[in-house]
């Protein structure tokens, strides 16, 4: 049985240079050409680099026929890079699979939704049930530890690659159901909490359970939502059985994987007790519509990942110029490279890693970004700007010291993004759930406020606000959570369409929100009215009722008990009744929201309510548009200004501050296009 890791362990590298810089290196790729692979190294010492990931796709040059294991070459890999000052993540190879495996064992390849079992090829694209590709992984994984687990140079396993995506093979149906029996214990209690009596549904025997697919049955909502929620099972269930191969070998050496931001398949907090470190795969799209917003949404990504353990994360990949994937693959512009990689920094990475370290010269990956290009050398751009940053990384040694501690938690929960999208209801053109958690975020990033991301199974009594934009489902008792929270002093924002279900998507009766929020907001809600995109209605301000803000896509309404109003709806049949109310309760407040706001609104609602209520701004500024501060705080708290305006941008300090790098007091110091700069609080 695995134990999860008890305490956070980050790999710090010995001496000044204490944060990861490097990436994916493929060598197997280029074992014939030893030119190639001498090259590496003194480029790499060129370039800052301190640290790869190997392996990561090299399982047919490790194990070439069953059995038989070839692991010099790749002994002779690490000894070289360790020799030369550079660590190693080591990764297991399950992300893709040799062709001799899956063209033997038919039963590793995946179903897909249509039924259809795939061919070998391809890659994250096994079965996670497959006892013959849990043993494979097991074997392959257990020859990796017992070689490599003791060498100096190996500092962290890197789990598998960004595992995703999901199997309809027999097995993995056999699985469910399995896990369905363990879940219900009863067909009485499954019956009930799926609401199958609906369309002559009952199920009276288990093996008349199948997955929500195409040609199936789609529209059980408790069953789309068991079926994803045990998607994640499986898949941290397979990762577990990778991790307790390495165990067994090496009880010490921490692991991680590559997760995927906001990826919609799995549920990551689950990952969270077997991970001892988080880190995740960042590819924005700068250049392609507005630097700001999409530095937003990147923003918010990391603090996602951040938040799943609450500890610095790590960068594990990104592009150090452009992708081959995306639909414009737009070069990063002087300067980004450099400030979208301290951006991970700034919100809690120790490290910015890149796909890849140098170009593949064939297949699907060979136009794709990468420090070294297919000129072979490093007199070009894109490796001046990783030689740049690498230089500039290994001075920042002490912000390795410092963590990211916010006083706010947005609440982002998986299984109720699940939960909203899948069901049929008030919009199904777009209920618009992480949007909309996206807009609750936008305003505390231009304050420079730092949040975590959370979900419903985590703890909230450190914050002081805690946001919960459509928190439509309630599970993990988080009803309980909130009411402690609130009635010990905190403030709570919650909004329209929340409190609508229980964990299995059965409605509360007796008004919504349910499970005794009620009380706690001071309201409650009656109807929801859909307005199509393009119409709008609005929010008057009681205190003046010449201010309004045009609220949009849902419209709550609702009835005040006990609350107070401090806006009201101004057209339609519903003009004058309550939107937007705040409630006492115990030592704290709670703050109703009943229809989308626009950012407007939410920019000055969170502006006051900040005030009001003390929350930490990483400087106490008015910052120009598209200039923001985020701060870690350790033996010394650094704000890590930025600028992603392609202009300069004068800052006005509240306060003479010394820059970390130059050692210089800064008053207006002028930020240049992207530019960067780290101050001491
Ligand atoms: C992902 C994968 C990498 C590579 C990059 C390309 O993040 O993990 O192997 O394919 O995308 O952007
Ligand atoms: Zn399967």
Redesign the pocket.
Known sequence: MHEPATKPIMPKLPGPARLLHGG?YNPDQWLDSPDVLAQDIELMKKAGVNCVSLGIFAWAKLEPEESRYDLDWMAAIIDNLYDNGIYTILATPSGAKPNWLAHRYTEVCRVNRDGQRELPGERHNHCFTSPVYREKTRAINTVLAKRFADHPGVILWHLS??YNGECYCSQCVDAFRLWLREKYGTMEKLNHQWWSAFWSHTITDWNQIYPPVPYGEKNVHALTLDWKRFVTHQTVDFMRQEIDALRAVCPDMPVTT?LMGFYPGLNYFKFKDDLDIVSW?N?PQWHTGDDVETAMVTAMAHDLMRSIKGEPFLLM?S?PSM?N?QPFSKLKRPGMHMLSSMQAIAHGSNSVQY?QWRKSRGSS?KF?GAVVDHCGHGNTRVFRDVAELGSRMADLGFVADTAVRPDVAILYDWENRWAIDNARGPRNSGMHYVETVTDHYRPLWEMGINADIVDMECDLSRYKLVIAPMLYMYRAGIEQKLKDFVSGGGTLVGTYWSGVVNENDLCFLGGFPGGGMDEVFGIWAEEIDSLPDGQTNALVLESDRSVRYPVSELCELIHTRGAQVYATYERDFYAGMPVVTQNSYGNGEAWYLAAKADPAFLREFYRKLALARGITMAIDADLPHGVVASLRKGTSDLVFLQNYNNQDAIIMLPTTMKNMETGEAERTPVLGPYELMILEL
Do not use: P, S, V
């Open positions: 994916d690659n960004e590559n795969d590819y990949e592009t992708t994937w796909f990956e794709h």
